[in-house]
């Protein structure tokens, strides 16, 4: 007879206190997981309406310069609503607009936030135009003078210059600057993305403001997480 056995006895299994620990590890595993594949399914359906709404801003363009010459010509004056209502008329023809709101509210979810997550903005600017098109993404048209345009969207403009501001989901989240809300300047005579010529500010830290040219440059892809 073994007097050892009377005592001692081999350990099996877990017990609950580490059960219930490895159950929460793995509920915490399975959460970012699961958060990181909805936002790399919802960035790529933003990057198809980005794309959407970048061949057809660039036709309609096509065809505006073709009606009324040069942006060069057409007067328009810097943080100006009449401005940007005239560039609206422009362009009205050629889009599909389902709901006008000018300068009120209803076509634009507040507040915008930057990339960084600070709020750009929280309310309807006096000098915007806003609308929605039929595919339910919003638009924001604006008169920025050349300084901001250069140093703000990164595009090295001559004149005062129209920026188009398109939120590509819509009323939907998260109302952010390379995330769901890209920006495109009417440069001369065509539509360039901003950051074409500067993507400085296009980071975690910063505005967001010019990350258009960044994810059509790294192929259509949100790489600045």
Known sequence: MSYGCMFFKKRSGLTMSEVLFTLAIIGVIASLTIFGLVTKISDAKNMTALKK???SISQVTMFVILDRSSPNYWGLDEYSQDSSAL??????????VVRECSNATGC????????????????????QYMFTLVDGMNVIMNVYPRDIVRSEFGVNVDKDSVVFMIDVNGNGSPNQ?????????????????????????????????TCTARVINDGWKITYY
């Open 177 to 209: 600057m390379g995330r769901d809300i890209f920006a495109f300047v009417l440069n001369d005579s065509e539509i360039v993305p901003s950051g074409f010529d500067n993507t400085y500010n296009c980071n975690k830290a910063a505005s967001g403001l």
């Open 108 to 127: 634009w979810q507040y507040p915008t936030k930057f990339l960084s997550g600070k709020v750009y903005l929280k309310r309807a600017q006096m000098y």
């Open 87 to 96: 560039a609206f008329s422009y362009y009205k023809p050629y889009f599909k």
């Open 53 to 55: 709404f970048y061949t």
